[in-house]
């Protein structure tokens, strides 16, 4: 199946050349002269560049790829990488250093990710939104010190380092934004 120029929107993935993309954003121009076109900027799933490419309005199509998406939980890592577990058929799945990338910062025992597949072979992970982290390290806190009287550094029990505020302690559970990597608030659990 084939995906036209009018199906473009922000988190489409497509495949071109037979490998996936996702696209991260596209903006339509209709040029006063000469036909429409649509400028995206593009993704690559498995190597994480970037691309900008420009397609014919109505005429160029993409592919629609062969990608699954699949809940998974983590269960632990190893030398060569991460094991998780599949939800429904209990099926183990091993994923790279590469695969992982960054992710690795929020995985702990448990979670649950989204994994998704690329020709049947497991390619890139999701986290959720937010995670509740422990602080393993960090300068104690003060009394008298407030949430605006600014922050420090905290190290989370995934070696994660977060800019917190001084009131923080270690022990604690906070929830962070996977997205940013930024601290939200104290967990309420």
């Not at 209709?30 to 076109?37: H, L, M, V, Y």
């Not at 983590?74 to 590469?98: A, I, K, P, Q, R």
């Not at 009394?143 to 070696?159: F, H, L």
Request: overall charge negative; charged content about 30%; aromatic content about 8%.
């Amino acid at each position: 199946m084939k995906y036209q120029t009018t199906d473009f929107r922000n988190g489409l993935k497509i495949a071109i050349e037979g490998k996936p993309y996702i696209v991260v954003s596209f903006a339509h121009t209709n040029p006063g002269k000469g036909s429409a076109f649509v400028k995206a900027k593009i993704k690559n799933l498995m190597t994480g560049q970037v691309l900008e490419r420009t397609f014919k309005s109505g005429v160029d199509t993409v592919d629609q790829p062969d990608m699954v998406e699949r809940e998974m939980e983590y269960t632990y890592d190893d030398m060569d990488g991460y094991n998780f577990m599949d939800t429904e058929t209990f099926e183990s799945v091993h994923l790279s250093h590469d695969n992982v990338g960054d992710a690795k910062n929020y995985l702990q025992e448990g979670i649950k990710v989204d994994i998704l597949y690329f020709n049947e072979r497991p390619i890139s992970i999701e986290l959720p939104n937010f995670v509740n982290l422990k602080v393993t390290e960090t300068d104690p806190g003060l009394k008298g010190d407030t949430a605006a009287g600014g922050n420090k550094k905290a190290i989370m029990e995934t070696g994660l380092q977060v800019s917190v505020p001084l009131f923080i302690n270690v022990d604690e559970q906070l929830k962070i934004d996977t997205r940013t990597g930024e601290y939200v608030e104290r967990s309420k659990s």
